[in-house]
Nanobody
Framework: VQLQASGGGLVQAGDSLRLSCAASGRTFSSYHMGWFRKVPGKEREFIALVGSDSTTYYADSAKGRFTISRDNAKNTVYLQMNSLKPEDTALYYC???????????????WGQGTQVTVSS
């Protein structure tokens, strides 16, 4: 599976962004898809996942503001981010795993990352 993330940008606090992650391959629907983010000097942080059954799970930092979804017909997973805060500034990665997980280890496929910068 190859993943291509997009949709990042520079926004102001309170704004919204929608990240997209397009996947190649015919087995996309079999994978659990996650979004992580990375800030220099910190560990990669789990944000949200959508399972192969479309059930979702969120980190506390994302609950109520972010929504993850998938469109298997388009081989794409989305992360809708609302009410963005400066502390959401990070490089955001999508990832695919055959194991449902909220840690990076089981994810064998990663996109290249898309930068989100939120100004105050």
């Amino acid at each position: 599976v190859q993943l291509q993330a997009s949709g990042g940008g520079l926004v102001q606090a309170g704004d919204s962004l929608r990240l997209s992650c397009a996947a190649s391959g015919r087995t996309f629907s079999s994978y659990h898809m996650g979004w992580f983010r990375k800030v220099p000097g910190k560990e990669r942080e789990f944000i949200a996942l959508v399972g192969s059954d479309s059930t979702t799970y969120y980190a506390d930092s994302a609950k109520g503001r972010f929504t993850i979804s998938r469109d298997n017909a388009k081989n794409t997973v989305y992360l809708q981010m609302n009410s963005l805060k400066p502390e959401d500034t990070a490089l955001y990665y999508c990832a695919a795993s055959l194991i449902r997980a909220i840690v990076p280890g089981p994810y064998g496929y990663w996109g290249q990352g898309t930068q989100v910068t939120v100004s105050s």
